[in-house]
């Protein structure tokens, strides 16, 4: 199985529809997918999961949880995949159940779960646990055989390297369910019991058989004997059996001779019978064959009757091609005179329409005149149109100007007004800030009194004696509220001057449209700007109604110019049609002529062939040939049925009379046997026959019995000695299954079972490890072991080919132990597929790991994975490792958004 195309839509960390080409990266070879954390790549190995089997790849989430939370509550959730299996293309499409809007009435609504798989011929599937079902069946692996083999997570085959027996046990039962080997020991233990119980069963067995023994001496002996003095019984009915049969067959060739001589006793007796009937029947036949002659003579008679009706045939036969000359003359006449009817016919209706034709074309000349003065009306009126358009603009502008001016008129209203209020505020913040200043300079008076110390010298007078100095009698202003004050009022006082320009622009704008509105309103009305608001609605009123009536009379003329075009389209047509129906009627009155000329010459040959015919249809004359032909037949079979009745007749009493001659000759040469003495005989020897046919029954009868009961007793004493090797072997099965052999590890079956797995994924692992690691290092199992209470067997170590030590798998270093977990891991993955028989998986993702590589083990690594996706395999490995991103050329990088989730992109 390979993936062509995944397509995924609201689906984990992927909110909008997100679209993977996977034939970009080509058929084979390694891809890298890499991204930040968290960004979704792993996702897109659950993604496919879930388009085949409906879950994802981990435990961790259900089918459920999968809907991406940064997708638009109205975008679907749901995952499309294209892959090619054995060469074919099929396609997969699932979505799982999420919360949607619904379409009608609002809130939301429950998408339920649901799947359809698409085979190359045509064939769809549908429903979740059938499209499921189906990808089993197609790929040979269910879900938790797919993940083990298609994804290689690095941290839990870490686990598996590191663990113990009882916990790589415990993961070797979930991959390879041995805990049906548990039910196996449960299962040897029954088999043994139930064994033992069969051992008795047959032993009674045999004894009621040997009961049955029919002609045995009454012994006290074993059965073993019994059976042995059987055989000898058998071989003595055997033989007596013989006897009888050979007494038999010399009575069997007894009776034959005597049913042989019985035989010919009674054809004799056959013939005399015979004899003595054929001498009775033979004067009746000599009877018979004078009447039949007497029969033939009188047909052979009447042969010149039947000779006269031969040439009455013959004449009438020949006089045939007359009556379907009659007949050919007759149909063409009455086809003529149909033709004629329908020239008749078609004549009348050419003169009709020729008539209405020359009526139209009255009509269409006189329409034409009547019209000829609509062209220069219509030019009149497209004049007058054009100088009434011309009006409606000028008046149109003019409304324009008058909007105009008046929003010109109010800005400058407004501005001014603005101007008015910005320059109060102005003034009146310039007051408050020269009141505050006063305020401010009689205060720094008391600021410095209040600095005033005696006997030191005042810093504007210089007396060291301050007898009254300035008092501050109110609020002080600082010098920060000044200058806001002063700040305030100097932007009040700009607004203002701004204002003034602007409304000096305005007013500019304002004399401009006054002067253009009284230049138009003078062209138009003679009027100043004042007086023309009023006049301005009227003229527009008028200028609509010119111009309904211009629209009116436009409608009427263009009307009228279309009429005027059709009557010259259709004035020459009609004439022409004149012309033709015109023609057309000379045609068919000299075709008229023509029909009745033609009737007149095929009533007159009508008239002669009527002259020289003796019937008047050819039918009458048909039904007199038959009858003609009936009767002669039926004279002819009389002829024949007399002359082979008198043959038969005449040969039949030759035959009679030559048999007659043979049994005579055959009665004279036989002995007279008495056929009563022979009957005698044979019923005396078949009496004897019977009697030893009954013995031999009954002693056949005995002896297939008994034969029966050996038989059986050997197939009992076969089943106990198979019963006693069986007991043996499942004993020895159940103790060892059990772990109970003694001398010997304490070795479960369930684990003998994960060993045998166990050898065959290390010696997968190690064809990859030996290349990982340059050759160094092996896996092995550790066969010994310290404890020989505990659960052994599936311990690990590691042959260090470099020293010649074995030693304990944890030892190895951190990008050594990466390099034994992808090793085994890979092998597990080879021989589940193994195990799965005749699948073809053509794809592979490994997780991350690769960062704990130096730079030679990584190149070791890639070594091998090059390896692995040699064929026509494609293997993903997911990582953000650099280097990695510098080795592999085809990458799939997902990259991760805030709040608006994943996006891929793919460099083949």
């Known amino acids: 199985m390979k ?3 995944l397509k995924l839509s609201a689906f984990g960390p992927y909110a909008d529809e997100t679209v993977i080409d996977f034939t970009l990266l080509g058929e084979k070879g390694l891809y890298l997918i890499t991204g930040d954390t968290g960004a979704g790549k792993t996702t897109i ?8 089997y409906g879950e994802a790849s981990g435990n961790n989430r259900g089918a459920d949880m999968l809907r991406s939370q940064y997708a638009n509550p109205g975008t679907p959730t749901f995952v ?13 499409r699932r979505n799982p159940e999420y919360i949607r809007p619904a379409k009608k009435g609002g ?53 598996l390297l590191f663990a113990k027996t009882e916990e790589r046990s415990k993961i070797f039962r979930e991959i390879f ?26 032993s009674k067995s045999i004894q009621q058989y040997m009961e049955g023994i029919q002609g045995e001496k009454e012994e006290q002996v074993t059965a073993e004997v019994r059976l042995g003095n059987l055989s000898a019984l058998l071989e003595e009915e055997n033989n007596e059996i013989a006897r009888l049969t050979e007494e038999l067959a010399h009575m069997e060739n007894e009776l034959e001779k005597l049913n042989r001589q019985i035989g010919k006793a009674e054809t004799e007796e056959k013939n005399r019978k015979e004899l003595q009937k054929l001498e009775e029947n033979l004067q009746f036949q000599e009877e018979r064959l004078a009447q039949a002659k007497q029969k033939l003579s009188e047909e052979t008679k009447r042969e010149p009757e039947r000779e006269k009706l031969r040439a009455e045939i013959i004449l009438s036969e020949e006089k045939l091609p007359l009556y379907d000359e009659a007949d050919q003359v007759k149909a063409e006449y009455n086809s003529i005179q149909v033709r004629l009817q329908s020239v008749k016919n078609e004549l009348a209706q050419s003169k009709e329409r020729e008539e209405k034709y020359n009526q139209n074309v009255v009509l269409m000349k006189e329409q034409l005149e009547k019209l000829a003065s609509a062209d220069t009306e219509k030019v009149r009126l497209e004049n007058e149109r054009a100088v009434l358009e011309e009006n409606k603009n000028k008046v149109r502008l003019l409304k324009k100007m008058l909007v105009e001016y008046k929003g010109i008129s109010k800005r400058l209203t407004e501005l001014q007004q603005q101007y008015q209020t910005a320059m109060l505020k102005g003034q009146k913040k310039q007051q408050e800030y020269e009141k505050l200043e006063r305020n401010f300079l009689d205060s720094q008076a008391g600021l410095l009194a209040q600095k005033l110390k005696e006997g030191e010298p005042c810093l504007v007078c210089g007396a060291i004696h301050h007898l009254n100095p300035a008092k501050i009698t109110r609020r002080v202003c600082t010098e920060e509220e000044l200058r806001e004050v002063k700040r305030q009022s100097t932007i009040l006082m700009e607004k203002a001057t701004m204002l003034s320009v602007e409304a000096g622009k305005a007013k500019g704008e304002l004399d401009t449209a006054r002067r253009n509105i009284e230049e138009r309103a003078d062209e138009i009305f003679g009027k100043r700007v004042e007086s023309i608001y009023t006049e301005l609605e009227n003229r527009i009123g008028e200028l609509a109604k010119a111009d309904e009536e211009m629209r009116k009379k436009w409608s009427v003329l263009e009307k009228k110019a279309e009429e005027k075009i059709r009557y010259e389209q259709q004035l020459p047509q009609i004439e022409k049609l004149q012309k033709e129906e015109e023609q057309k009627g000379k045609e068919l009155e000299h075709l008229q002529v023509k029909c009745h000329t033609e009737c007149d010459t095929l009533q007159k040959q009508m008239m002669k062939l009527k002259e020289s015919l003796l019937f008047s249809s050819k039918a009458e004359i048909l039904d007199d040939i038959e009858l003609k032909k009936r009767t002669r037949k039926s004279m002819e079979q009389a002829y024949e049925s007399a002359r082979q009745e ?13 048999r007659i001659s043979t049994l005579k000759e055959q009665l004279e040469k036989v002995n007279e046997n008495s056929l009563e003495e022979l009957m005698k005989k044979q019923r005396e020897l078949q009496k004897e026959r019977t009697t030893l046919l009954a013995d031999r029954e009954n002693l056949v009868s005995m002896y297939k019995s008994n034969g029966q009961i050996k038989e059986a007793v050997e197939r009992q004493y076969g089943a106990m000695k198979t019963i006693e090797k069986k007991q043996v072997l499942v004993k020895a099965l159940s103790d060892t299954a059990n772990g109970n052999v003694a001398g010997k590890d304490k070795v479960m079956l369930e684990t003998y079972i994960q060993i045998s797995y166990f050898h065959r994924i290390i010696a997968r692992a190690n064809t990859r490890f030996m290349v990982m690691s340059g050759g160094q290092y092996e896996l092995k199992r550790r066969e010994e072991t310290k404890d020989q209470r505990s659960q052994t067997g599936l311990e690990l170590d590691v042959i260090d080919h470099y020293n010649g030590s074995v030693r304990n798998v944890k030892t190895l270093s951190g990008g050594e132990a990466f390099q034994a977990s992808l090793s085994l891991a890979l092998g597990l993955s080879d021989e589940i597929q193994s195990l799965a028989g005749g699948i073809q998986l053509d794809t592979m993702f490994i997780d991350e790991g690769f960062g704990s590589l130096d730079e030679e083990a990584l190149e070791q690594a890639m070594k091998a994975l090059y390896r692995l996706a040699d064929g026509n395999r494609l293997v993903g490995i997911i990582s953000h490792v650099s280097e990695l991103k510098e080795r592999i050329d085809k990458q799939i990088i997902v990259k991760k958004e805030k709040s608006q989730g994943s996006s891929v992109r793919v460099i083949g």
């Open 3 to 5: 993936p062509l195309q």
């Open 45 to 52: 190995f659950d993604a496919i999961t879930f388009a085949l």
């Open 80 to 92: 499309e995949m294209r892959f090619l299996y054995r060469q074919e293309e099929y396609e997969i």
């Open 107 to 159: 809130g939301m609504t429950t998408e339920k779960a649901d799947a359809m798989l698409s085979y190359p011929d045509g064939r769809i599937v549908t429903k979740m646990k059938e499209v499921t079902k189906a990808i089993i069946e197609l790929i040979g692996l269910d879900r938790n055989q797919f993940t083990q083999i298609a994804m290689i997570a690095q941290g839990d085959f870490l686990k």
């Open 177 to 202: 369910d041995t805990k049906k080997y548990q039910i196996l020991q449960d299962r040897l233990k029954a088999e043994k019991n139930s064994l033992d119980k069969e051992y008795q069963d047959i």
């Open 646 to 658: 008198t043959e038969k007749i005449a040969g039949q009493i030759k035959e009679d009379c030559a």
